[in-house]
């Protein structure tokens, strides 16, 4: 149980395209979604934190016009990067936390390259 | 920041059990340690987590110090597979929900 899945797994967009990744909580609802993002060699960064039918918290530094969170179900949150550019080539990774618990099980994270 | 220091790696050999420490000198009465980990480009994993008395399941131990200052992970008889960067985490459960990674350590299983 407690599975979170991602897609796509990989992508590659141009530089000033916009990038739509899914994170899908598979056997358990979740009222919480996160988004972290990890560079290479780094540990990872939390950039948002979304409710379901709410709007998304971004942690400091994040720009929530660049990075659109929707959360509009209990089971599926999109990260949408808009404009993207070569320096938001990253690994992007969400978790959820299970309906009225405390645990946060992760997705397996999405590799997006912008050449 | 992180609240956690660890050793940004450590070597195992396999079959033998792998000790990690991890030190959250600061950390208050109402936050668990938490274990993750993360195997190569990989979404992190959840190993164990607790909050003053030591715990195990079936992955791992974990070994938390009278005072709360520090904690070990320990993993029984390492295998191949264990080669991750696990991270130590403190979090207050009943309060923000965020965890903070740190840098973690590399833990390398050799044959």
């Known amino acids: 149980g407690a599975v979170v899945s991602q897609h796509p797994s990989r992508v590659i967009c141009k530089s000033g395209t916009s990038v739509k990744i899914e994170c899908r909580s598979l056997?358990?609802?979740?009222?919480?979604m996160f988004w972290y993002r990890q560079f290479p060699k780094q540990s990872l960064m939390l950039m948002a934190t979304s409710n379901e039918g709410s709007k998304a918290t971004y942690e400091q530094g994040v720009e929530k016009d660049k990075f659109l969170i929707n959360h509009a179900s209990l089971t599926l949150s999109t990260l949408t990067v808009t404009s993207a550019h070569p320096e938001d080539s990253s690994f992007y990774i969400c978790?959820?936390?299970?309906?009225?618990?405390?645990?946060?099980?992760f997705g397996p994270g999405t590799r997006l390259t912008v050449t | 920041d992180a609240k956690t220091t660890q050793p940004p790696s450590m070597d195992c050999a396999e079959g033998r059990a792998a000790n990690l420490p991890c030190n959250h000198s600061?950390?208050?009465?109402?936050?668990?340690v938490y274990w993750y980990r993360q195997i190569h480009s990989q979404g992190p994993q959840y190993i164990i987590h607790?909050?003053?008395n030591n715990e195990t399941n079936e992955m791992a131990s974990l070994i938390i110090t009278e005072d709360r200052k520090s904690s070990t992970l320990i993993l029984p008889h390492a295998t191949l597979r264990d080669t991750a960067v696990y991270y130590c985490?403190?979090?207050?459960?009943?309060?923000?929900?965020?965890?903070?990674f740190g840098k973690g350590t590399k833990l390398t299983v050799n044959p």
């Open positions: 056997d358990f609802q979740a009222t919480t």
């Open positions: 600061t950390i208050s009465g109402n936050e668990y």
């Open positions: 985490i403190v979090r207050d459960q009943g309060g923000s929900e965020k965890l903070v």
């Open positions: 978790s959820a936390r299970v309906q009225g618990g405390y645990e946060q099980y």
């Open positions: 607790g909050l003053k």
